[in-house]
């Protein structure tokens, strides 16, 4: 019986969704792809001239790499500071929050709000509240992948 | 025994003897510019935290509510107000100053109708003879609370709506004794006609099984049709009884949601297009930004407090039925997977 | 032809971000995680590799690169072993890492935040 209760409200909730939809605008799909496109792509390339620039200046290509994502991190933790990247993120949309420069927006931007809070549990605690997980599932994963291609090659497969 | 009414009558008809709200910096930009009695020039109002920022919107509308009524703050015997942070931060630092008794009240951003109510009862009841009431919300605290850091980068889905940084308060009193006339652009002054609490409509909580937070309008859209339908029934009106039908924040989504629900309840549809608005799409211009509109406690509460108490005294609305809507989720809600459910309580006031 | 190859793949990969947000109600920490996992997964099966050789930063640089960085680097300290692999994919990451958290934290003692402009 309570399943049936269930399963009817279930039922209720889901056509009331589909019902509140039609009143809903759509998101502009087209427009906003395009700008991510455009944007990210843009930021990819600029990233490549600088990568260039390093190389050409005696780094190695590894070096050079890491100094362009430190580059870029530094840019966009700078303009959340002064307020400037979500403004931009706004319109630029994945443009800029799929590069590396919105991870780096996702640490100040918490932190920056919580600086009333004390610098140590209010920023210091707050910088990874958004980026945590992203790093916790980016270390933790990498580990994984790391011990299965350790056992594999102890089994001699790899 | 029948139906349980949901609607109070009250006898002694409560007097709103002052009001006073406040608008934010975007808000004072707004649509609803004039109607406020103060507008900031800077949304942290000269405070370090956006907390008490908070309070001090409210604690100003409160002791400028109790001053424009001619009360002092040892008259007053009981203040009932709310916001939307946890433990009701605003409300209870805005009480430690101000030495009434107080009651703190969580309706989400259907705080404005349930502190009229629960005022009204008391004032009618004769417990008290002046009761001041109030509820506030901020764009800045509410947004870091409830969804994300202001200078995090995100695009807001075109359901979304903003949480106004506005502040509103009211007087009730067992007789009139506000101000009686007002000056006017021109120099000459109006007559200003008595506001009275006449009957209020306790909501019920409606969950449609909405689970998105950026769906808000649609979510407390059922809660306003249920509980306008039942005052309607309890008071046997009909749409036509009110000069203005206004709920508190559906946004534009749900007032449209709202419009065709009612036409579906068979009310008449060209009593719905006259009559009834919505606070959240009146309190910002569409250029503004704010996607679905307005919301938060202050939404309505300013505008209950600024345009239609304004309006009323002037003689210009006669009888108003006010509507605050409140989505009841919590900070964790959301994560645990549990939809939103929604609220609405009626007052209806009547200018005579 | 680097730079198209970078422009392109770099946006494609946005474009992968934004259909994300914008179709799914996936809010913004969860797709960018979402993202950092694929990198991990695709270049564990060696998928991703050639992908930043072709476009160089465009595939480095949007987060499935970071995740791919991660990947690499403790596939590398296979031949180390436990500990290889243990501290290999932080290693690799370490400048981002780093960088992020000690100018991030400067960043925030700086500044404050603004209200609605």
Redesign the interface.
């Known amino acids: 019986m309570d399943k049936k209760k269930q399963i009817e ?2 039922d ?3 056509a ?2 589909k ?2 939809d039609r ?5 502009k799909y087209f427009k ?1 792809i395009i700008k991510a496109f455009v944007i990210g792509g843009a930021l990819c390339a600029a990233a490549m001239w600088l990568e260039n620039k390093f190389i050409a200046s005696g780094n190695s290509q590894e070096d050079a790499s890491a100094y362009v994502v430190i580059i870029l991190i530094m840019a966009a933790q700078l303009l ?2 002064l ?1 400037v ?2 403004t ?3 319109h630029a ?1 994945a443009g ?2 799929v590069p590396i420069t ?1 991870f780096a ?2 640490m ?3 932190a ?3 600086k ?1 809070e004390g610098v140590v549990l209010g920023v210091g605690g707050k910088l990874f509240s ?1 980026a945590g997980p992203v790093l916790v599932c980016g270390i933790t994963s990498s580990i994984l992948v790391g011990l299965i291609y350790l056992m594999l090659d102890k089994l001699g497969i790899g | 025994m029948g139906r349980k009414r949901q609607t109070i009558f009250f006898e002694n008809k409560p007097y709103i003897s002052s009001a006073y709200s406040i608008g ?3 808000e004072g930009d707004g649509p609803l510019r004039k109607w406020f009695d103060m507008c900031l020039n ?3 109002f000269g405070e ?3 907390e008490k920022a908070e309070s001090k919107m409210l604690k100003t509308a409160m002791t400028e509510a109790l001053r424009r009524g001619g009360r002092s703050v040892e008259e007053a015997g009981a203040m009932l107000s709310g916001d939307l942070l946890n433990q009701l931060m605003s409300s209870s630092f805005m009480a430690r100053d101000m030495h009434i008794p107080f009651l703190g009240m969580y309706g989400a951003c259907s705080t404005m109708t349930e502190s009229l109510i629960l005022g009204s009862v008391l004032v009618d009841g004769r417990y008290s003879d002046d009761v001041v009431i109030g509820a506030s919300s901020h ?2 605290t509410a947004e ?1 609370q409830f969804r ?12 979304a709506q903003w949480t106004a ?1 506005a502040a509103g308060a009211m007087l009730l009193s067992s007789c009139g004794r506000g101000e009686a006339a007002e000056a006017i652009d021109d120099g000459s002054y109006i007559e200003l006609r008595d506001v009275r609490v006449e009957a209020g409509t306790i909501g019920k909580v409606i ?4 689970k ?1 937070a ?2 808000m309008g ?1 979510a407390m ?2 809660a306003a049709v249920d509980t306008l339908l039942n005052h309607m029934e309890d008071t046997g009106r009909d749409l036509d009884h009110y000069d203005l039908i206004l709920t508190g924040d559906l946004g534009f ?1 749900g007032k ?2 709202m419009r ?1 629900l009612l036409e579906g309840a068979g009310l008449n549809k060209a009593d719905i297009e006259t009559r009834y608005d919505d606070c959240g799409t009146m309190i910002y211009e569409s250029q503004q930004d704010v996607h679905s509109g307005g919301s938060g406690c202050g939404c309505s509460a300013s505008t209950f407090a600024g345009y239609v108490y304004k309006k009323m005294r002037r003689g210009e609305l006669d009888r108003v039925l006010i509507m605050s809507t409140g989505a009841l989720l919590s900070t964790i809600s959301p994560f645990q997977g549990e ?1 939103i459910p929604g609220i609405a309580h009626a007052v209806s006031l009547v200018s005579e | 032809m680097d730079y198209v190859w970078a422009f392109i793949v770099g946006g494609a990969i946005c474009v992968v971000g934004q259909i994300l ?2 179709a799914t ?1 996936l ?2 920490p969860r797709v960018l995680v979402i993202l950092v996992l694929s990198g991990v997964i695709l270049q564990a099966l060696q998928i991703y590799q050639p992908i930043v050789d072709l476009a160089g930063t465009g595939a480095r640089v949007p987060l499935p690169g970071f995740g791919y960085n991660l990947a690499k680097g403790a596939i590398e300290g296979v031949p180390q072993g436990l500990l290889g692999v243990i501290t290999g994919g932080v290693k690799a990451a370490a400048g981002g890492i780093s960088i992020a958290i000690g100018w991030g934290y400067l960043m925030a003692l700086i500044f404050n ?4 402009r």
């Open positions: 409200k279930k209720i909730s889901k009331y969704s019902y509140a009143f809903t605008p759509k998101p906003n959340t500071g307020g990247f979500d931009i993120a706004k949309g800029v929050i919105g927006n996702s100040v931007a918490p920056l709000e919580y009333k958004l | 934010g910096k975007k800077d949304d942290t370090k935290t956006w764009y800045c870091r994300m850091p202001l200078e995090h980068g995100n695009q807001r889905p075109p359901s940084t969950d449609a099984g909405v998105d950026n769906q649609s859209t059922p989504i449209d949601i065709d939809s | 947000m914008d109600k809010t913004t935040p603004k209200s609605v």
